[in-house]
């Protein structure tokens, strides 16, 4: 008797994990603060794996996105960009944010892969830049992939 009341109590805790994991988590990548907005970079993890990539800008002041960039940047520093329009056909750029208010553009993780693979072969990092009407340019911090095509946020720092 307490066997099956062992067995049936492991079955329900698998099923709680199991819904657990089902579910979808954010997780953020980079936050960078700039007097205009909030620039958060972040991927949707469904069941284990990147689902999308989101760029959140929160305004602070009114603001207009003229556009979204991905400059990716080659082991030599040299620079290539990829406009959002070329990944997302529904982002119509100028954007206006209202103050206190947040701009989300989502990405289907795959197809964001494949365009910057196809884009540059020694790709070293990427980063996110947002031009502002203003002409001013806002960047997340620079990012990364692994070797099973992973984002992380690449280390800058020194180690002592």
Same mark, same amino acid.
């Given at each position: 008797?307490? =066997? &099956?009341?062992?067995?049936?109590?492991?079955?329900?805790?698998?099923?709680?994990? !199991?819904?657990?994991?089902?579910?979808?988590? @954010?997780?953020?990548? #980079?936050?960078? %603060?700039?007097? %205009?907005?909030?620039?958060?970079?972040?991927? =949707?993890?469904?069941?284990?794996?990147?689902?999308?990539?989101?760029? +959140?800008? &929160?305004?602070?002041?009114?603001?207009? $996105?003229?556009?979204?960039?991905?400059?990716?940047?080659?082991? /030599?520093?040299?620079?290539?960009?990829?406009?959002? *329009?070329?990944?997302?056909? $529904?982002?119509?750029?100028?954007?206006?944010?209202?103050?206190? *208010?947040? @701009?989300? $553009?989502?990405?289907? &993780?795959?197809?964001?892969?494949?365009?910057?693979?196809?884009?540059?072969?020694?790709?070293?990092?990427? +980063?996110?830049?947002?031009?502002?009407?203003?002409? /001013?340019?806002?960047? #997340?911090? %620079?990012?990364?992939?692994?070797? @099973? !095509? /992973?984002?992380?946020? $690449?280390?800058?720092? +020194?180690?002592?």
């Amino acid at each position: 008797m307490i =066997a &099956y009341i062992i067995v049936f109590l492991i079955l329900i805790i698998g099923v709680i994990i !199991w819904q657990l994991s089902s579910n979808t988590h @954010f997780l953020r990548l #980079s936050h960078q %603060e700039y007097p %205009e907005l909030s620039l958060s970079v972040l991927i =949707a993890k469904k069941e284990r794996k990147i689902d999308e990539f989101i760029i +959140r800008i &929160y305004a602070k002041k009114n603001i207009v $996105a003229d556009q979204i960039k991905f400059e990716l940047i080659s082991s /030599k520093r040299a620079f290539e960009y990829i406009l959002s *329009n070329e990944i997302v056909d $529904a982002l119509i750029f100028p954007h206006k944010i209202d103050k206190n *208010n947040t @701009f989300e $553009a989502k990405y289907a &993780y795959d197809k964001l892969k494949n365009i910057i693979n196809s884009k540059m072969s020694e790709l070293n990092s990427f +980063r996110i830049v947002i031009e502002l009407q203003n002409k /001013k340019v806002c960047k #997340s911090h %620079e990012l990364k992939f692994d070797k @099973f !095509w /992973k984002i992380y946020k $690449a280390d800058t720092g +020194r180690y002592n």
